[in-house]
């Protein structure tokens, strides 16, 4: 096992073992092999051309050049019960996620949180062990499309280790 897969294997652990709403767990954490990594670059290149956003390249080019990515979703997350009123409905029972163009939504908050909570937990991980990183939605567009994840709302978070960081002073 390399250094960043050994890194990436910590920080799922950081992320499993991170605090989560009404201690229920949602997450699907799954890191990717190299075959996965040059396909998921691939169709974030591709899906530029599809949507018009130029961001999917530049960041599909960080994760081809990415010794790891770990991804961070959400798996059919159940509300938490509260009626608090954070996703916008009045209720629990009236939060239905349907497919949209990237993700399914809405998403409960408290289990966002959770989901930042735990991606949280993951990039400590990274940094205490100094490799670089940087969060991607775009990542989670293509890994879904690709059926690498079956997360209903997922982010990546690749991962280098070079003398400057690759995902910092990236051209737009």
Not at 134 to 155: E, N, Q, T, W
């Amino acid at each position: 096992m390399n250094a960043l897969s050994m890194v990436a294997e910590l920080m799922a652990l950081s992320a499993r073992t991170a605090p989560k709403g009404v201690g229920q767990d949602f997450l699907e954490i799954r890191i990717l092999n190299e075959e996965e990594i040059v396909r998921l670059a691939d169709r974030m290149v591709q899906y530029a051309e599809e949507c018009g956003n130029k961001g999917f390249v530049r960041d599909g080019e960080n994760v081809r050049a990415s010794g790891a990515v770990l991804l961070v979703g959400l798996k059919e997350a159940k509300p938490a019960g509260l009626n608090c009123g954070a996703c916008g409905l009045d209720s629990c029972a009236a939060l239905t996620p349907v497919e949209k163009k990237e993700f399914k939504g809405p998403q409960c908050a408290l289990r966002i949180l959770d989901l930042g909570i735990a991606i949280g937990s993951a990039v400590k991980t990274a940094s205490i062990l100094n490799a670089d990183n940087r969060i991607m939605y775009r990542i989670g567009v293509a890994a879904r499309m690709l059926g690498l994840s079956k997360s209903d709302f997922v982010m990546g978070i690749p991962l280098s280790a070079t003398g400057k960081s690759i995902y910092f002073d990236r051209k737009s």
